[in-house]
């Protein structure tokens, strides 16, 4: 419990997450219960920027921190690698998922449009925003998994004609296709509002088994690699 | 036996597949200081950090009272402090500091990287040895950048953990900080570090700054050869190891 309790208190006082990317975070969801309250947008367009910032706020970059001393405290008081690679992950995650549930209450009371945010295939999204990008960023500094993933994403979608279409089309095509596959971990958005239970298993399954295997493979790197110092010059 | 807090046997440690230190070997009791000495680069820093288990032995076993880090570090009340650039300067002083106890050591809300060195080093210091009680205490290079004051603060310091039971490791690649501090020396001059007791460098067991540098010079000179006496007794030589 003490160690609990200074986790919380160390996350708090060195949050992995910076306040200029909570700040925006707020401010895209206050901006979306504008949007849903004067009837300009709703449900998945609303949900939209706040994933893509989400990205953002959870490549926090576990590994580099770790490497220049920055959990020598916490680590001095016996707490393991696995534990508080787990108390980074919910400490990356906490504000991106503080604003979702705030929009996600919003959203009954202001917005004509269908609720999204807690809809399955948007839970779903919202899971894979906050595991690959920051399983990825262990061994990178900050904002690393996000930044390759919107190179491609915007890559792919200027390169191929309706690249977006064909995305959503094989998202939610009835039969799971490779593409559709593809397209939820590297379109999650295409997930937002939609029923995921629905969709083909053979669609979904692969991106989350894909997140979870980032996740295991993030704990499995951390845990097995020794913490020298590499201080910042 | 129940008072030794650090217990290594044969370690060697290795930094990026490199062996830094091999066959380390010494018993670390409560109360007693061990002063790592070497010039930067030795593996200084790679070795404090095998000690406490955040790099893993190349071989050898370390034990901190009788179990092996990091999970040790659970039971026994630990403090480790490698320099204030391992402190990230993101965090507000304030805040940091009220991480070793809740008591806050830094009224200053300003960020870690707008304080000055000295500052900073300080408030890593009191962040990390703020606990109480403390088992065993392992800072690298302590003394770097700190104003007088602050020196005498640690001194004091670590003269009060020691007298109330803890084992102290510290690390420093100037001589004249270890001296008269340590009961034993652990000299990274080579492949094999040389462990010598402060009364095998002077009779009397407190070590001058000269007499340090001179027992240095020898191990670095000699790595596989005793170190002699040079407080104008007749030197016997001693045994390195443990």
Known sequence: MATLLFLVAFFRAAPPVTRP?????????????????????????????????????????????????????????????????????????????????AVAALEPVLSRAEPAALTSGSVFAFLLASSFPWAFTTPLPRFTAAIGWLVLLVTSLAIIPSGQLHLLGALRAPQPTALGALAVVAYPMGLLGVDALHLPAGTISPGVGCALLSMLCAAAWNRRADVPLETAA | MIDVVLSVRQLSAQRSRQLVAQAVSFDLRAGQVLGVVGANGSGKTTLLRTLVGFVSPASGEVRIEGRLPPAALRLTPTAYFAGEATLPGFVRASAWGSLGTGDVVMTDRRRIRAL???????????????????RLIVLDEPWEGLDPDATRWLSATLETKRDRGAAVVLSSHRLHDLAGVCDKYLFLTGAVPTLVRAHEIARSGVVSAEQLIDAFDRARDHPTTAIALTDGQPGGLTTLDE
């Open chain 2, 116 to 134: 000055s060195r000295s500052t900073r080093q300080l408030l890593g210091l009191r962040t990390a040895l703020g606990r109480h009680p403390l």
């Open chain 1, 21 to 101: 990317m909570v700040l925006c975070l707020w401010a895209t969801a206050g901006l979306a219960g504008v949007a849903m309250a004067a009837g300009l947008a709703g449900g998945a367009t609303v949900l939209t920027p706040l994933l893509v910032l989400h990205i953002f706020a959870a490549s926090s970059g576990f590994g580099l921190a770790m490497k220049r001393g920055h959990y020598d405290l916490v680590l001095a008081r016996g707490v393991s690698v696995i534990g508080l690679m787990t108390a980074h992950w919910l400490a990356s995650i906490i504000p991106g998922l503080t604003a979702w549930l």
